[in-house]
């Protein structure tokens, strides 16, 4: 998985709760981005970042916040989590400018009840 | 319209069979195109890029664009087995300035059956 780990790999979380997801890299790559996975809907952008605390929204944001305080590090938080946010998050990380080789982590499972 | 337009299939072939998966596109203001390959429960993995337009090949796999159609094709020759996974085409956006971004087609299931 490209030096890409995502922590935790599985959650269980009730509604109303916040929650943060980790993505942590080893590749010193600039771009970082965070999308989910549901069926009927292939890989959807949530957020993505361009640098130390640069970040900018994706195609699904709302309800969604992210922060990046290091190259290596990048959080993501559902502020009060909804059943519509049960999903497969996965983290990926570029060093292109161009954006062709985006490498994928493990994804985690999230399970909102 | 989606950006990105796959059939979701599912495809299921017998092993030793050509396989052609196809995507389309809507705009053509960008420049590269991908193919990623998704097992059950794991992340995608990058198979092959091609930039523009005409074919690229590794091993049994053959990646090809045809501007002219706005149409992506994945070939793979001699399938086996092991390549029964989903596979994810996508192509990459300018999001202002040198950020770019990802548009992924749905996915196509396909089962190569021994």
């Known amino acids: 998985d490209a030096g890409i780990t995502q922590s935790p790999r599985h959650k269980v979380t009730e509604t109303g709760t916040p929650v943060t997801l980790r993505c942590h890299q080893t590749?010193?790559?600039?771009?970082m981005y965070w999308y989910r996975q549901d069926p009927g809907h292939g890989l959807r952008l949530i957020h993505y970042s361009y640098g130390v605390k640069d970040t900018d929204k994706g195609e699904v944001s709302d309800g969604y916040s992210v922060s990046r305080s290091k190259t290596e590090d990048f959080l993501l938080t559902l502020e009060s989590a909804t059943s519509s946010q049960t999903s497969v998050y996965f983290c990926?990380?570029?060093?292109?400018?161009?954006?062709?080789?985006?490498?994928f982590g493990p994804g985690t499972r999230l399970l909102v009840l | 319209q989606k950006e990105v337009e796959q059939d979701p299939g599912p495809l299921s072939v017998p092993e030793g069979a050509i396989v052609s998966l196809n995507c389309t596109y809507s705009?053509?203001?960008?420049?590269?195109f991908m193919w990623y390959r998704q097992y059950s429960r794991k992340g995608p993995e990058l198979l092959m890029y091609t930039y523009s337009s005409g074919n690229k090949e590794d091993g049994r796999f053959t990646a090809q664009v045809d501007k002219s159609s706005k149409y992506i094709s994945l070939f793979i020759r001699d399938s086996q087995p092991s390549d029964s996974a989903t596979y994810l085409c996508?192509?990459?956006?300018?999001?202002?300035?040198?950020?770019?971004?990802?548009?992924f087609g749905k996915g196509t299931l396909l089962t190569v059956n021994p």
């Open positions: 590749e010193n790559h600039r771009y």
């Open positions: 990926a990380i570029s060093a292109a400018t161009s954006g062709e080789t985006q490498y």
């Open positions: 996508a192509r990459n956006t300018n999001s202002g300035g040198s950020n770019y971004k990802l548009t």
């Open positions: 705009n053509s203001a960008f420049q590269y």
